[in-house]
């Protein structure tokens, strides 16, 4: 009979092993294997990978590695976070930016059946269509035109440019699908477990000659909890963590594993706190200014101990190349004393005749956990009691921990429009919608730098830092690299020769 095993997370200052020994791993992963052979074990944390339809709405980790390993885009990401082709071959840009026209590989579907460029087309005018759930949707309003011109000429057509397009056309989101299948470069065969085994798919017939195939061996794909993740690697059971990321750092430091397996991607993005709720004394930008002001950013960082984590005051990181300099709130560099002594009197001065309760909304982990004990002791400083509640739960401010998956400024700034934000600006939304078809990139920053400062004097968010993303790597991966995106192709996870 198997005996079902509990995981626990205990801190570090109690730390201990979550299993021990070949008898426990027997139980949790079926058996014990020879480290280095076999498939590339990788447990990515979330639920059991699946071939979703990105059109349909976000997923998870483990199905986002299954996507981006089974159904290619027009390019994709290298191990190092850089552009390189997939089922496009090559591109080519136009000098003022605005189209770019893609000759697709000679390639089939996983029946057998020619992909062409009216298939591909369809599908990235969906993920722009109104029914279309697919979560980087609101980054396509840019698109003027997807149009076939061959079956192996694409050409997209942009209202004005943006020079980290392809950054989101690598993404899984616009991973090609037709009729649920894939083009590769791996398939997936389905496992008793809910694991999936991914093998390199063999070259098809009409491939050209020499083309270039990656040399990987087959990898053994699971979701996860992240205690059984964590577990797992630490007993030899899997080659490589995937999806970690602030909520679940706690375990990954209390497991003891050697520093050099916990590895962080450097991401840009946003961790902070939306507004979910504009009425009561948080309708008073004041009252919003002053919550962020009292957060003591820097010691919630340091406590994190995350190579490169720097605390952030500024809705948009410093350094975005069509914004390279965010807007900074007025309170900006002030030392912390005087801004929660301000922050104290602007609450004061709104007239509550009790102290401010605030229900903030975020999913459970014992990171999460951390962070609202700090933002609890920060505001209980200024006379705000704050409470955790459940991420669906009605709430105050809601936590939003996102990887940005490009560096384009609009992709913070729309996160706050009238449309999806119950804080927001009008004035800020029309700064963002004649950005988007400015046909000179000046002018293009020009708009974002206003709307940017008005959101930064609305008050629409409380930044903390960047995400955390963090992955466990073992010695088997040699190819393994921390990149911007925190996207790791199946193909280099191993270098050839190794």
């Known amino acids: 009979m198997t005996i079902p095993i509990r995981l626990r997370y205990r801190p570090p200052m109690r730390r201990r092993a979550f299993l021990a020994g070949c008898g426990a791993l027997l139980i949790l992963a079926g058996g014990c294997r020879n480290a280095g052979t076999g498939p590339v074990a990788v447990s990515a944390i979330g639920g059991p990978p699946a071939l ?40 080519i840009v136009s000098d003022d930016g605005l189209r770019y026209t893609f000759r697709l590989a000679r390639g089939t579907w996983r029946s057998g059946a020619r992909i062409t460029a009216q298939q591909v087309a369809a599908r990235l005018r969906a993920a722009a269509a109104t029914s279309s759930r697919n979560p980087l949707k609101p980054l396509l309003g840019a698109i003027d035109d997807v149009e076939a011109m061959t079956d192996d000429v694409l050409e997209i057509s942009l209202k004005s440019p943006r020079p980290a397009f392809l950054q989101l056309l690598a993404q899984p989101e616009f991973a090609i699908l037709h009729r649920d299948e894939g083009s590769g470069p791996y398939v997936a065969a389905a496992q008793p477990d809910r694991s999936a085994l991914l093998t390199l798919r063999p070259p098809a017939g009409d491939e050209e000659e020499g083309d270039e195939r990656p040399d990987s061996a087959p990898l053994l794909l699971r979701g996860e909890p992240p205690g059984r993740a964590v577990a797992r690697f630490r007993l030899g059971a899997a080659d490589l963590v995937l999806g970690g990321s602030l909520a679940d750092l706690p375990l990954a430091r209390a497991a003891g594993l050697p520093a050099a397996s916990l590895v962080f991607d450097p991401v840009a993005g946003m961790l902070g706190l939306a507004f979910v709720r ?41 350094g975005i190349g069509e914004l390279p300099q965010p807007a900074f709130p007025a309170w900006s560099g002030s030392p912390l004393p005087a801004r929660r002594a301000t922050a104290a009197r602007m609450l004061a001065a709104l007239g509550a005749d009790r102290p401010v309760a605030l229900r903030i909304a975020m999913p459970d982990g014992p990171g999460y956990r951390l962070l609202f004990s700090y933002l609890r002791r920060d505001w209980a400083a200024v006379g705000v009691r704050a409470e955790q509640v459940a991420a669906a739960a009605p709430a105050d401010l809601r936590l939003i921990d996102e990887v940005a998956p490009a560096t384009l400024a609009t992709w913070y700034l729309r996160h706050f429009t009238c449309e999806g934000s119950y804080v927001c600006s009008v004035a800020a939304d029309e700064m963002l919608a004649a950005a988007r078809i400015a046909p000179l990139p000046q002018n293009r920053r020009a708009l974002l730098a206003n709307a940017d400062r008005i959101l930064a004097d609305e008050a629409v968010f409380i930044p903390i830092a960047a995400p955390v993303r963090w992955s466990l790597v073992g010695t088997r991966l040699t190819g393994f690299r921390a990149n911007p995106f925190g996207r790791h192709a199946p193909g280099e996870l191993v270098r050839p020769g190794t």
């Open 52 to 91: 979703v339809n990105p059109n349909k709405g976000p997923f998870d980790a483990p199905s986002a590695f299954l996507l981006q390993s089974v159904a290619q885009g027009l390019v994709r990401f290298n191990a190092a976070g850089e552009i390189e082709p997939a089922l496009a071959q090559r591109w």
């Open 278 to 318: 504009a009425g009561g004394p948080l309708a008073n930008p004041a009252a919003r200014q002053a919550l962020s002001m009292a957060v003591d950013r820097g010691t919630f960082i340091a406590a994190l101990r995350v190579p490169g984590l720097q605390p952030r005051e500024s809705l948009l990181p410093v």
